[in-house]
């Protein structure tokens, strides 16, 4: 797992770098549908750009002022800052990340907001205490997880009872094994996915109850030609023939298995309280 880790986070490195000619980068085209004008209004530009995610996650939330909220692979801080605004002054916003440069990122972002905590780590073993949170939010990264029961059961360790965890994440069936063993393609959030009954059952597994996926936005392949397309050297974006660009064509017919089987999805689910 560590050689994974080390690639992931070897790609979105090189997404801070290369900005728009990153795969990785060119993934998050259309990563802000379900949030709100106002959402996007209260975050720069700057945190825009090097937001990587798939959704937002605090979409049908109902995250309450002195809460505590748990973002896995928090990035640049995007929704660290739609957070603190949920949680208020004493509230608290703790965001979990293994890439120093999204953590560098992150704090230069959020440095006006006391209540937000950045820690270093991988999402199978947090570094957070035992039932100390209310809410467990994360944007497209529990598919990058080689390990992801561990992932779940690290969810349901850190909430409290009743707690509920809220994910945008990448989900699919029947993906074709040149886009799994793709590491560039993985990174992109497409290798690494498991179907919406796998990723319930594991929710189940570790004991979090009522699993629920609330909405889903799917992908066409001139989307994801796009992607890889526009992350592609100049010299093959800019090859025709008959008049149309030739990589794009390629890519669109290439990557039509998987765009069939492949969608956002937002899930949902709650830590059983005991009696």
């Excluded at 916003?93 to 992150?106: E, P, Q, R």
């Excluded at 205490?129 to 497209?140: E, F």
């Excluded at 066409?220 to 010299?235: C, H, L, M």
């Amino acid at each position: 797992m560590k050689n994974h880790n080390q690639n992931v986070s070897h790609e979105y490195s090189k997404a801070i770098i290369e900005g728009a000619n990153s795969i990785v980068a060119n993934t998050g085209k259309g990563k802000f549908a379900g949030y709100e004008a106002a959402d996007i209004d209260l975050v720069s530009e700057e945190v825009l750009e090097q937001s990587f995610g798939c959704g937002n996650p605090l979409a049908f939330s109902a995250v309450q002022p002195g809460q505590t909220v748990l973002d896995l692979g928090c990035g640049a801080g995007l929704d660290l800052l739609l957070a603190v605004e949920k949680v208020g002054a004493n509230g608290r916003v703790i965001g979990v990340d293994m890439n120093d440069d999204m953590l560098a990122l992150a704090k230069r972002n959020c440095q006006d907001h006391p209540n937000i905590e950045l820690r270093q780590g991988v999402i199978e073993n947090l570094p957070i205490d035992s039932d100390s949170v209310d809410w467990v939010i994360s944007n497209c990264v529990i598919n990058l997880s080689e390990d992801k029961q561990s992932a779940f059961d690290e969810i349901a360790r850190v909430l409290k009872p009743g707690g509920k965890m809220l994910v945008s994440d990448i989900v699919g069936e029947n993906i074709p094994a040149w886009a799994r063993y793709s590491g560039a393609v993985k990174a992109a959030c497409a290798g690494g996915v498991i179907s919406e009954s796998q990723y319930l059952d594991g929710l189940a597994q570790a004991g979090l109850a009522n699993g629920e996926v609330l909405a889903r936005q799917f992908y066409d392949a001139n989307q994801i030609a796009s992607i890889v397309s526009d992350a592609a050297p100049k010299f093959l974006s800019k090859l025709k023939c008959c008049g149309k660009n030739l990589l794009q064509s390629v890519l669109t017919k290439a990557v039509r298995p998987v765009a069939q089987n492949i969608w956002s999805a937002k899930i949902t689910a709650r830590l059983v309280e005991q009696p």
